[in-house]
């Protein structure tokens, strides 16, 4: 299976990045270890016009600093001082996109996914949640910055093919601060697909409410 090329994510509209990211797949080799699954569920941050994006308004810190590189590499961030939430910047250098990957459906590595998780079976909570999905694949602060196209995270195009049909756009999690952009519906995910957070609920979503990036 093919990784996909960093040209993928240097494209400018970090809202149909987030929407064909539906299908790929996630992979991480943590000391030696493969996990991975299919993208089942993103969010798209737009760095210029989206007041819930980290980068909004040129902000600048050294947590976000990575958001301005070229598309291609890990924005990587703690939330709650307990979960990792794994993101894609996108778009050329300088612009600070990004598309906050929310879940997978397992498909490699479930033993270990489930171990790193505490969990005795492969339920929803496995990888339905950005938080849970990060840590079921190892990713954390080490990983801040990591080229995509590399041997320890990656994406691959296995030629799934997501109708626009099984596409559901909604609002963002969490994100009431940024007003009138909290209505955009910039939250993906394909339809009836089991492994989709639970947004009422989930702990995962729980993750990401965090006010400002």
């Known amino acids: 299976m093919s990784k996909i090329p960093l040209s993928f994510y240097q494209r400018q509209d970090v809202v149909q990045i987030s929407r064909e990211l539906l299908g790929k797949y996630l992979f991480t ?44 590499v890990a924005y990587v961030y703690l939330t709650y001082g307990i979960h990792y939430l794994f993101n894609i910047v996108t778009n050329d250098e300088g612009q600070a996109d990004a598309v906050l990957i929310r879940g997978i459906e397992p498909v490699e590595g479930l033993e270990i996914m489930m171990d790193r998780r505490g969990l005795e079976k492969p339920e929803k909570r496995l990888s339905a949640g950005p938080g849970v999905l990060s840590q079921a694949l190892g990713i954390g602060r080490d990983h801040y ?18 109708e626009e ?16 952009d909290a209505l955009l519906p910039w939250r993906f995910s394909i339809l009836n697909n089991p492994w989709v957070s639970k947004t009422e609920t989930n702990y995962g979503d729980r993750t990401h409410r965090t006010k400002k990036k």
């Open 165 to 180: 049909k099984e596409i559901l756009a909604r609002p963002r999690v969490g994100i009431a601060y940024a007003e009138e």
């Open 29 to 72: 080799r943590i000391d030696g270890v493969l996990t991975g699954g299919m993208i089942v569920e993103t969010e798209a941050y737009n760095g210029r016009t989206d007041k819930a994006c980290h980068s909004f308004g040129g902000r600048r810190t050294p947590r976000t600093e990575i958001m301005y590189q070229a598309g291609g």
């Open 145 to 162: 910055g990591l080229p995509l196209n590399g041997n320890i995270i990656w994406l691959e195009d296995r030629q799934t093919i997501i």
